[in-house]
């Protein structure tokens, strides 16, 4: 047999996987491990969807979407982000990994090189090898409660570097940029005429402050925005987000659909449509709840002596596992194995948080406290879980 595409058999797996596939064999285990809401899409939106059924509305659609959808995302976008955006600027996809993946496409070349957080989601950075570019990692510093330090972004700068992909609120930090950190980062991208693809897919769940759109800022063309509803509506497998880009750009992106996907399922796209034009009650209460969690994740952490932040967004937290060594895929293998607690291990995310885990909060208050706590335990007591009652 001939050999595979080395370019794909090179892209490395996901670290996230490995962990769940044990999860799921592990009976009763807690699941911290899951970057999905718990709630179920709210009925009003899910109802949209089943009426497209019954309508008829189940064929191929224009690869940038239907017109009622991006109608919704325009006034979304300009009452929500501050974005002015007209058809031209939009795509919708089969969820943000296809809105982030088709904007990485649509501007790195083989040559280029392209600035990553580390820690960061892995997904961009697949798709950067996958294309046989280079990534280069700036760190997001626990420290800093896990923001960037903008210098070291500049001295990373080379002149291959074609773009910066920026995610705020952060996943798997929970960390939020503050927009003077933004307005920074934005004028990196100017002085060294870098794109920013800005992943805002968590832009909905803030804790404290407001989100702030990075396309705000562009004067000259170079942000690349994404957006979804997966995690603001509870629509992980409806598979739907979208692309605000400039108009050129966005030209590309959209006839990048055809070869992969032709376009966003025409039922998911008319849901989406419920989800942004409807109430917004429920973004609202999900919000609350993840809020919530986080404060009992955080309380925990502080009774044990680990907390280090708190996160402001998103639905996740890092926690410092390093008393139990430096390799957290060990780690986390180890804490389902003697805690049945799942979680995600740092080095899911990069080389510099390999004595941290990311707990989800994406599960019920009872869940993340007696996760947290069966965590911390461990931790504390050097993972002797003899001692540790709540788990016999
Ligand atoms: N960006 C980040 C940072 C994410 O965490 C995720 C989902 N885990 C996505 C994008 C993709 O979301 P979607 O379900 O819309 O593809």
New binding site residues.
């Given amino acids: 047999m001939k050999s595979l595409s080395q370019q794909a058999v090179r892209m490395p797996a996901s670290g996230i996987r490995e962990i769940m596939d044990l999860a799921w064999k592990t009976p009763g285990c807690i699941h911290l491990e899951v ?1 999905q809401p718990d709630f179920p899409t709210p009925a009003h939106i899910a109802a949209a969807g089943i009426r497209a059924i019954e309508e008829g509305l189940t064929q191929y659609t224009s690869s940038r979407g239907i017109p009622p959808l991006r109608e919704a995302i325009c006034r979304k976008l300009r009452e929500k982000n501050g974005i002015e955006a007209s058809e031209e600027n939009l795509t919708v996809c089969p ?3 296809m809105a ?1 993946d088709s904007s990485i496409l649509a501007v790195v070349e083989p040559q280029d090189e392209v600035l990553l957080a580390d820690p960061g ?1 892995p997904n961009p950075e697949m798709m950067v090898e996958l294309i046989g570019a280079t990534p280069v990692h700036f760190n997001l510093f626990p420290e800093r409660g896990f923001l960037p330090d903008t210098s070291q972004i500049e001295s990373l700068v080379s002149p291959r570097t074609k773009a910066i992909v920026l ?1 705020s609120p952060s ?1 798997p930090t929970g960390a939020i940029f503050p927009r003077s950190l933004t307005e920074e980062i934005y004028r990196i991208a100017q002085r060294h005429d870098l794109y920013i693809i800005s ?1 805002e ?1 968590y832009e909905d769940l803030v804790f404290e402050g407001e989100h702030f759109s990075l396309a705000r800022l562009d004067r000259d063309g170079r942000v690349i925005s994404v957006f ?1 509803v ?1 995690k603001s509506y509870a629509m ?1 497998g409806w ?1 739907l ?1 979208y692309v605000f880009a400039p108009k050129a750009v966005s030209a590309v992106i959209t006839k990048l659909q055809e070869p992969f996907v032709s376009c966003a399922s025409s039922i998911s796209q008319a849901a989406g449509v419920a989800a942004l034009n409807g109430p917004q009650e429920d973004v609202i209460q999900m919000r609350e709840a993840y809020r919530r969690r986080r404060d009992i994740a955080v309380e925990v952490l502080q009774r044990y002596g680990l907390y280090e932040y708190t996160p402001g967004g998103a639905f996740y937290v890092m926690i410092h596992v390093g008393r139990l060594g430096n390799d957290s895929r060990e780690i986390a293998k180890r804490l389902l194995a003697e805690t049945k607690v799942a979680v995600a291990p740092g080095s899911a995310f990069g080389r510099s948080l390999c004595q941290y885990v990311r707990v989800s909060l994406a599960n019920s208050d009872d869940a993340i406290r007696e996760g947290v706590e069966r965590i911390c335990h461990f931790v504390t007591s050097g993972g002797n879980m003899s001692t540790t009652p709540s788990c016999s």
Avoid: P
Wanted: hydrophobic share 35%; glycine share 26%.
């Fill in positions: 970057g969820g943000a990994v982030l989601w995610n996943n992943d897919i979804g997966s992980t598979r987000g």
